[in-house]
C-alpha cells in the first residue's frame, strides 16, 4: 500500500522539533531532509541534531554535495534509510558499504532534469530511489507528472524497486502519483503549513489507501 511520509525540513532546532510535533502521533514513517548549504543552497540544522521519536521509520535525505560524513553522522541513530543524490560528488561504494555494515536502507534521489540511466549501474544495490519534483531545499514545487516516466522506467528494470516522490504532493495530486506507480509519497508544506497537519495526514492517506486497492 502506498506510504504518506511527512518531510521534516528546518533551520533551527526550535522549528525541527515542532515539525516533529505535528506529525508524531499520526505517521508512521517520516523523510528528514537535510542540506548542507552547497548542493542545496538553503542550510537546514546539522547531522548530529537530527533526531525522531521512538519508533518511528525515518528516512534520511541528504541533499549534500559531499554526502559521506553526513551520512557517518546520523546512521548511529539507526535510520530506516539513507538517501543520497546521484548528483551529488564522491564515491557511491562508500555510503553502500556504510549502509550495509549498521543494516540501513540505501536509496538515490534524482532531480528532475537527472534521467534514471544515471544509476542503472547500482540500481540493483538500490531498496529506494526518490523522484525529487519540489524546490530544492525547502518545501514547494508542483508535481511534474512528466516525471513519472522515471517510474515506469525503474519498475521496468527492478520491479520491487521502492519509488519516492518529493514535491507537490497533496491532496489534488496523490492519486495521480499512486495511479504512477509511486509507493512512498513525501510531503512537506501540505502537512507542516495547514492548520490541522493530523487531519492533512490523513486525507492524504485515505485517498492514497482508496486509489491504490483500485
Known amino acids: 500500500m502506498p506510504i504518506i511520509c511527512p518531510t521534516i525540513l528546518a533551520d533551527n532546532t526550535e522549528d525541527y522539533a515542532w515539525q516533529i510535533k505535528k506529525i508524531a502521533h499520526v505517521a508512521h514513517r517520516l523523510q528528514i531532509d537535510l542540506t548542507d548549504g552547497d548542493l542545496a543552497k538553503s542550510k537546514t540544522i546539522s547531522p548530529t541534531k537530527a533526531w525522531w521519536p521512538a519508533g518511528m521509520k525515518a528516512d534520511i535525505h541528504l541533499m549534500y554535495r559531499y554526502p559521506l560524513k553526513a551520512a557517518t553522522a546520523v546512521i548511529k541513530h539507526r535510520p530506516n534509510l539513507i538517501i543520497v543524490h546521484a548528483e ?4 557511491f561504494e562508500d555510503i553502500a558499504e556504510l549502509c550495509a555494515e549498521h543494516q540501513t536502507k540505501i536509496g538515490v534521489a534524482l532531480l528532475a532534469s537527472t534521467p534514471p540511466t544515471v544509476i542503472e549501474s547500482v540500481l540493483s544495490r538500490l531498496d529506494h530511489v526518490l523522484i ?16 513519472l516516466e522515471k517510474v515506469k522506467y525503474l519498475k521496468s528494470l527492478k520491479p520491487d524497486v521502492e519509488v ?16 504512477g506507480g509511486v509507493d ?6 501540505y502537512i507542516q503549513n495547514s492548520d490541522n497537519p493530523a487531519k492533512a495526514f490523513k486525507v492524504l ?8 486497492t483500485t
Open 164 to 179: 519516492g516522490w518529493d514535491g507537490g504532493v497533496n491532496d489534488q495530486t496523490v492519486a495521480e502519483l499512486v495511479y
Open 132 to 147: 525529487f519534483s519540489g524546490v530544492f531545499g525547502s518545501f514547494g514545487g508542483r508535481a511534474n507528472f512528466s516525471l
Open 88 to 91: 551529488a560528488e564522491g564515491i
Open 205 to 212: 492517506q485515505r485517498i492514497a489507501d482508496e486509489t491504490g
Open 184 to 189: 512512498v509519497l513525501s510531503v512537506g508544506g
